[in-house]
Nanobody, 121 residues
Framework: QVQLVESGGGLVQPGGSLRLSCAASGIFFSIENMGWHRQAPGKQRELVAVIASGGSTNYADSVKGRFTISRDNAKNAVYLQMNSLKPEDTAVYYC???????????????WGQGTQVNVSS
């Protein structure tokens, strides 16, 4: 069974920084895209950032220049460095990964349990 476990959420003041981490464990063949989504109260889940296995990245316009996504393929991990945080960044942040369980299988999305980020003074 595959698991994605996030860590690093918490309470931070506006303008502050947090770093989220997520590691995949279990038995699988490979991980393709990894990314972060977030869901604020009363809103739909939205993409924050995604990184391909080769390192190319894509960001939501709202976080460009403030957030940086990175990954460590040897550790099956993805990270989100969040700087210049704003109150509107408050949300539950979810890690996700496209995982190929076997060499010939279709990649399937897996999700972490979420970690709460609160930006408030």
């Amino acid at each position: 069974q595959v698991q994605l476990v996030e860590s690093g959420g918490g309470l931070v003041q506006p303008g502050g920084s947090l770093r989220l981490s997520c590691a995949a464990s279990g038995i699988f063949f490979s991980i393709e895209n990894m990314g972060w989504h977030r869901q604020a109260p009363g809103k739909q889940r939205e993409l924050v950032a995604v990184i391909a296995s080769g390192g190319s990245t894509n960001y939501a316009d709202s976080v460009k220049g403030r957030f940086t996504i990175s990954r460590d393929n040897a550790k099956n991990a993805v990270y989100l460095q969040m700087n210049s945080l704003k109150p509107e960044d408050t949300a539950v942040y979810y890690c996700n990964a496209l995982i190929r369980l076997h060499a010939l299988s279709i990649p399937v999305p897996w999700w972490g349990q979420g970690t709460q980020v609160n930006v408030s003074s």
